[in-house]
């Protein structure tokens, strides 16, 4: 498939197919059940309507892990920086999205969504030109493109490359046209457009796609216990729960690994904290570091901006939590340094966020519903989230996020989230860090320069 194949002005649109399109999944269908080798069960696999009715058959048995040889690149333009939000939560995909830190979103444009009333319409055009004209007078005020993005709408145009298998787009699909996305007129539409593209693309992974969808909600409804009133907490980080003893075992999963000692003799070996915390730095500096996911930590994080929870959401070997975006409270929100220290602007960052508050309140009690209201909420308002993350992936995200190179805000949470784990387990933690802490520094021509400070920094931290 090629660019000419498909309108330029499309939204969301399958750029890319799998060579072989469904000639793998019908041959990982037969493999099991039929002699010859992988590449002769594969040649019989080439008359696309037997391939349609056997991968058919295949799925509606349960077996659809099979499904999964068939992958599509997707590309999103123009659609509101909600359907990134919403997009990137699949994690079985692969996402490259422009940046809001370095590119400048003055006339980028935003979503306008389709309200019946005509005094709305103009009510939300209003406010939207409104929020865009202050980002852009911050922005030649000299506040920086990452600071200034808080003040833009959830309505802000995103575009980017989404790569995924065809279990996880049918999942995907089933989410945005009858789960918690079919809320979001965009979404629900976004969702059928791509559903029409793969249904013609590959028949038989889509065939009766309707009739199969799931019969449970898709997500749990807890609102009957939601309590406004209730103080925030106080702490931007909270280590809710862990693995006990995680330096211990991810010691003890090293050395059964990698050389099948008796657990007695294991024990004996590990119960020395040097002989532990040098093993644990041995699988550090090595490529297979799978001993590390034998642990896992869950944190709270609280008041997050919206624009930082893409950063989390981002990290895929993670259970993460994040609220509904029907949930946002319009008056909560952060305040960055680059602003506070500018009282004129500051002010009128507030007010961004107060006048914005006020819309959302006013087209509320108008009856307007959540699924159009999300739209109304600001980069910079902050909600919590909750999430789980094994010792690898943290390794990852410390690396990255605690580099000086990391947008400020992940950057302190990182930091918080760092110096909790180092007191839960300082075997583990304290050789983890930036990457010029851990191993060396991997930003080439981009580095800070300021590799022997950050070491030390961090040894002390």
């Keep these: 498939m090629t660019t000419t194949e498909f309108n330029l002005n499309s939204k969301a649109v399958i750029v890319g197919l799998t060579d072989t399109g469904e000639q793998i999944p019908a041959a990982s269908g037969r493999i099991s059940t039929q002699p010859g080798t992988a590449l002769e069960i594969l040649e019989l696999s080439k008359d696309a309507e037997k391939n349609a009715n056997l991968i058919s058959k295949v799925t509606r048995s349960g077996h659809t892990s099979t499904i999964e040889h068939t992958v599509f690149n997707l590309a999103f333009q123009n659609v509101s920086v909600l359907v990134e939000q919403f997009v990137i939560e699949f994690r079985l995909a692969s996402f490259t999205v422009k940046s809001r830190r370095y590119v400048d979103f003055g006339e980028l444009g935003y979503f306008i969504p389709k309200f019946e009333s005509k005094s709305v319409q103009d009510k939300y055009l209003e406010h939207m030109n409104y929020l865009y004209e202050e980002y852009r007078q911050f922005i030649d005020a000299g ?38 996305g079919s809320s979001f007129p965009e979404l629900k539409n976004l969702g059928l457009s791509l559903y029409e593209q793969a249904k013609k693309l590959t028949p038989g992974i889509f065939t009766d796609f309707e009739t199969r969808r799931p019969d449970v909600q898709d997500v749990p409804r807890f609102s009957y216990k939601r309590d406004d009133s209730l103080v925030e907490s106080e702490e931007a ?68 901006s919206l624009s930082c929870l893409t950063h989390f959401a981002r990290h895929r070997i993670q259970s993460i939590g994040i609220p509904s975006l029907t949930l946002t409270n319009r008056r909560r929100f952060i305040l960055p340094e680059t602003i506070v220290k500018k009282p004129e602007l500051l002010e009128r960052y507030k007010t961004a966020f107060q006048k914005t508050a006020d819309l959302y309140d006013n087209l509320k009690e108008q009856g307007i519903s959540d699924g ?22 943290l390794l990852l995200f410390m ?12 950057r302190d949470f990182a930091v918080d989230m760092l110096k909790k784990l180092r007191k839960a387990d300082p075997t583990i933690f304290n050789f983890y860090g930036p990457s010029c ?8 021509a981009m580095t800070c320069g300021q590799a022997a400070e950050i070491k030390k920094t961090f040894k002390e931290l």
Aim: charged share 25%; net charge positive.
């Design 237 to 304: 980080v909270e280590l809710l729960n862990y693995t006990p003893d995680a330096s211990k075992c991810v010691a003890r999963a090293a050395l059964i690994e990698s050389l099948g000692l008796p657990t007695a003799q294991i024990e004996n070996i590990i119960s020395d904290e040097k002989e532990c915390a040098k093993i644990i730095k041995e699988v550090i500096n090595s490529k297979r570091q799978r001993p590390l996911e034998a642990v896992t930590f869950t944190f709270r994080i609280n008041n997050v």
């Design 399 to 410: 690396k990255l996020r605690s580099c000086n190179r990391a947008q400020w805000e992940i």
């Design 437 to 444: 802490y851990v191993n060396k520094c991997t930003e080439g």
């Design 372 to 393: 159009l209201l999300a739209y109304i909420q600001l980069s910079g308002n902050t909600v919590d989230f909750v999430t789980t993350i094994n010792g690898r992936e």
């Design 143 to 180: 506040i920086p493109k990452e600071d200034a993005r808080f003040i833009l709408p959830y309505s802000l145009y995103s575009n980017f490359y989404c790569t995924l298998n065809a279990r996880e787009l049918v999942n995907m699909l089933y989410a945005m046209i009858y789960g918690r």
